[in-house]
């Protein structure tokens, strides 16, 4: 009995310090809060962009990252194209990388050879710059990136804007 009393208390405290501590260093919790995309919002976008390549016939990887880049969720199709797996994820994350600067679409005529960014797809891993990357933007801030691919450029272009316009905007 005195036992578990003691370890009540030494969880009871611990409990309090872990939240003294969050409340010191950030007074926010939610990723909303933190405009970060959440898994709700990841899935809703991905849903309203598979019903985006469903009416054109596209079998597409659809990748949601959130803002440094990481992985929220994805989804393959059946008949997509094995490469679009890797590179849905890769064309969110250059987004991501870019903090929504560019879409991906934008980035294509900036790495041509002797343009601003040429070179740079080759950094980070492998960055991407055909069309179908797209930041998100709510309420002013840059929450997460979604990636296509499946389809030709522009398709895959418009299924990634109707990811985003299901939970926000393309642009800030
Ligand atoms: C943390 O902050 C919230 C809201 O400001 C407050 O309700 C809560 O009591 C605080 N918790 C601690 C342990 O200070
Ligand atoms: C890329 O360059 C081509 C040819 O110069 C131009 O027609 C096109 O509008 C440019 N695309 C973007 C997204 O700037």
Known sequence: MKIFTLFSAVVLSLGA???????????????????????????????????????????????????????VAFRRNDDARLLSVDVSQRKARTVSLFAGAFTTQALF???????A?????ETN??????GGGVPVFRNGFFIGAIGVSGGTSDQDV????????AIGSVRA
């Open 17 to 71: 310090t872990v939240s003294a501590q969050q409340n010191a260093t950030c007074s926010c919790s939610s990723l909303e809060d933190r405009h970060i995309i959440n898994i709700a919002q990841a899935e809703q976008a991905i849903a309203a962009a598979q019903a985006q390549a469903a009416s054109i016939r596209v079998s597409a990887s659809i990748a949601v990252t959130d803002p440094s880049g990481f992985l």
């Open 109 to 115: 005529n900036l790495t041509q050879p002797g343009a």
């Open 117 to 121: 960014l040429s070179g740079i797809t």
């Open 125 to 130: 891993g492998g960055l991407v710059a055909l």
């Open 158 to 165: 418009v299924i990634a804007n109707a990811g985003v316009q």
